[in-house]
């Protein structure tokens, strides 16, 4: 507003106007005002969507099956990742090799998708962000069989020509998209939590 005593452009921060209870504040102030805000809705959001992930039923682990080590040929019992959408397509085939058997828990309910170019090509819709959770239950390295987090990204694609309510509909969808990254966080740990009660 403008100061009516100098007719100099003031920032003012108000915590009730209607009974002048006004302060002049730089620029830097109402930043470190927004900061302090934003870290307390990122807390609870945080919390909120922690419980949310905590509150939903675990997934259940499927039967474990057997199939033949392509390069030994002796047998692998493979016990998938609970909530694991793979196909498992060796299952039918009855052999594969055991660093290549992979479990994914796809994140479908959260799919984020944005208009994407790479170079002179058109936009196409990308998912972006997408958080899989992944595992390879037979690798014969024991640490390559926990359950870790894979995120979907390229390199060189852009959004491009945004204005700026172009640029707030991408910011919005990021946050989203953090949001809800948040909660594949908690099933991650979840996930691996499952795990290591298995071999326990």
């Avoid at 009516?4 to 504040?25: E, F, K, M, P, R």
């Avoid at 805000?37 to 039967?63: F, G, H, V």
Wanted: with cysteine.
């Amino acid at each position: 507003m403008t100061d009516l005593d100098t007719g100099q452009q003031a920032l003012l921060l108000s915590t009730d106007a209607n009974h002048g209870d006004l302060q002049v504040a730089t620029a830097d102030d109402v930043l470190k005002a927004a900061d302090a805000a934003r870290a307390q809705i990122n807390r609870s959001t945080r919390l909120a969507l922690a419980y949310e992930a905590a509150a939903r039923p675990a997934p259940t682990a499927k039967p474990a099956w057997t199939i033949a080590d392509q390069d030994t040929g002796l047998p692998l019992t493979v016990t998938c990742m609970a909530g694991c959408n793979t196909a498992h397509w060796e299952r039918n085939r009855g052999v594969d090799r055991a660093d290549e058997i992979n479990c994914t828990q796809y994140d479908r309910a959260n799919t984020v998708y944005l208009p994407v170019s790479c170079g002179s090509n058109d936009a196409e819709d990308w998912n972006f962000l997408s958080v899989e959770i992944t595992s390879r239950p037979v690798h014969p390295d024991p640490a390559k069989r926990i359950p870790v987090a894979d995120i979907e990204v390229s390199e060189d694609h852009y959004i491009t020509d945004l204005d700026p309510d172009g640029l707030a509909v991408v910011i919005d969808k990021i946050e989203q998209r953090v949001a809800a990254m948040r909660v594949r966080h908690a099933e991650l740990i979840h996930a691996r939590n499952e795990y290591l009660g298995r071999q326990a």
